[in-house]
């Protein structure tokens, strides 16, 4: 990750661009949701040559949605309250023509059935179906409704059909993403923490470190959401691959264990301000080696290493040993706390560097030499999105 503020090249950041898994998700899903439309609104003017059907691109971009599951579930009800504008058009229409007075109540009717339960959010485009059905001139003619509502069937039926046979999406690419960048940050904190400690800048430090985890649970509120996404994603998608997205136990796993390493993260950012309020003691008999456990569990971490997380665990044990002999009792609820800690966080992050890298399919429109030769270290192996 490049510092804060720091100018990257733009070639650069299009390089980056073009590896991550956000991007190609979001630009699949644009290009799926134009090629329905279009589709759609080819269909029934050309095929089924229906005078201006404007309503079959319409109902087509309600449909796709950025799952299989959410385009029936949420499809239905928008594609419901398209079907509803164009009913309430036809009746205002036919029964005060139109002039201002009909907009107004249009816009009124629309909006007052979208607070029903079923179409909570849709009243909008309720309003939006039937302020354009009629004022096209269309809702006075029985007929015209008739074909409107074909319209609107011809773009249901072919957003279903693209978003459940065209690369239905699975979220998977993003969501281990998230996963991956996670614990790449958890090593990088306890390293900057280590940092602090050995220069004596504890104290000054402290409120940027718990800072950085406040930074670091919202990564992992992003992180849930998109595993749940992900999951989501699997239901009704006739991807082989799904099923075992259906019930990701271990990403989800994964997370848990990250969620408790960054509260212990915040606990020992805590501690050591405590710490640095005693009279110096502890430099000698503590600091030093905590230091360098402290360094090496975040290299570990970074280079997800289970085997050097475990040494580092070994080496904490017989740092215990050694203060066990030191005769500093009142200084021991600051060793206590700081190691325990760590501990914690080597035991939670043992199995997430044990998982890594997870597996992910290529990136779309990418080779896969090309994604290996450029993503390069780490980044190239990053499984999933």
């Known amino acids: 990750m490049s510092p804060s503020g720091a100018v990257r090249d733009p070639r650069e950041r299009w390089r980056e661009r073009l590896h991550d898994p956000v991007f190609w998700t979001e630009t699949l899903q644009v290009v799926k949701t134009v090629a329905a439309a279009v589709a759609a609104w080819f269909l029934a003017t050309h095929v089924f040559h229906l005078p201006q059907s404007f309503l079959a691109p319409w109902s087509a971009?309600?449909?796709?949605?950025?799952?299989?599951?959410?385009?029936?579930?949420?499809?239905?009800?928008?594609?419901?309250?398209?079907?509803?504008?164009?009913?309430?058009?036809?009746?205002?229409?036919?029964?005060?023509?139109?002039?201002?007075?009909?907009?107004?109540?249009?816009?009124?009717?629309?909006?007052?059935?979208?607070?029903?339960?079923?179409?909570?959010?849709?009243?909008?485009?309720?309003?939006?179906t039937a302020l354009i059905v009629l004022t096209t001139g269309f809702a006075q003619d029985g007929n015209m409704l008739l074909m409107?509502?074909?319209?609107?069937?011809?773009?249901?039926?072919?957003?279903?059909?693209?978003?459940?046979?065209?690369?239905?999406?699975?979220?998977?690419?993003?969501?281990?993403?998230?996963?991956?960048?996670?614990?790449?940050e958890i090593g990088d904190l306890l390293q900057t923490i280590g940092d602090g400690l050995a220069a004596g800048r504890a104290e000054d430090e402290v409120a940027d470190w718990i800072d950085r985890t406040r930074v670091l649970d919202e990564d992992l509120d992003r992180a849930w959401g998109l595993v749940r996404q992900a999951r989501e994603s699997a239901r009704l998608n006739p991807r082989r691959s799904a099923v075992e997205l259906r019930n990701p136990k271990l990403w989800m796993g994964l997370l848990k264990r990250e969620e408790q390493a960054i509260a212990e993260t915040r606990s020992m950012a805590q501690t050591i301000l405590h710490?640095?309020?005693?009279?110096?003691?502890?430099?000698?008999a503590f600091r030093e080696p905590y230091v360098v456990l402290l360094r090496d569990t975040g290299a570990a971490?970074?280079?997800?290493?289970?085997?050097?997380?475990?040494?580092?665990?070994?080496?904490?044990?017989?740092?215990?040993?050694?203060?066990?002999?030191?005769?500093?009792?009142?200084?021991?609820?600051?060793?206590?706390?700081?190691?325990?800690?760590?501990?914690?966080?080597?035991?939670a992050m043992d199995e997430v560097a044990k998982a890594n890298p997870l597996d992910q399919p290529p990136l779309p429109f990418l080779r896969a030499d090309q994604v290996s030769g450029t993503s390069g270290e780490r980044g190239d192996q990053m499984s999933g999105a």
């Open 275 to 284: 710490g640095t309020g005693e009279d110096g003691e502890w430099i000698s």
């Open 148 to 184: 409107r509502l074909a319209d609107t069937g011809i773009g249901i039926g072919v957003g279903l059909l693209v978003n459940l046979v065209v690369w239905p999406p699975l979220r998977n690419r993003t969501a281990i993403s998230a996963l991956n960048a996670l614990d790449d």
């Open 61 to 128: 971009l309600l449909v796709v949605h950025a799952t299989v599951y959410r385009t029936f579930s949420e499809g239905a009800r928008q594609v419901g309250a398209a079907v509803l504008g164009v009913v309430v058009a036809w009746g205002v229409g036919n029964l005060l023509g139109l002039d201002a007075t009909a907009v107004a109540v249009v816009l009124l009717a629309g909006l007052a059935v979208g607070t029903l339960p079923w179409l909570a959010g849709q009243g909008t485009a309720i309003a939006a």
């Open 301 to 347: 971490i970074l280079a997800a290493d289970p085997m050097a997380i475990l040494e580092v665990r070994d080496r904490l044990n017989r740092l215990v040993d050694r203060l066990a002999e030191e005769s500093t009792p009142r200084l021991w609820p600051v060793y206590g706390g700081l190691i325990i800690n760590l501990r914690n966080i080597i035991d």
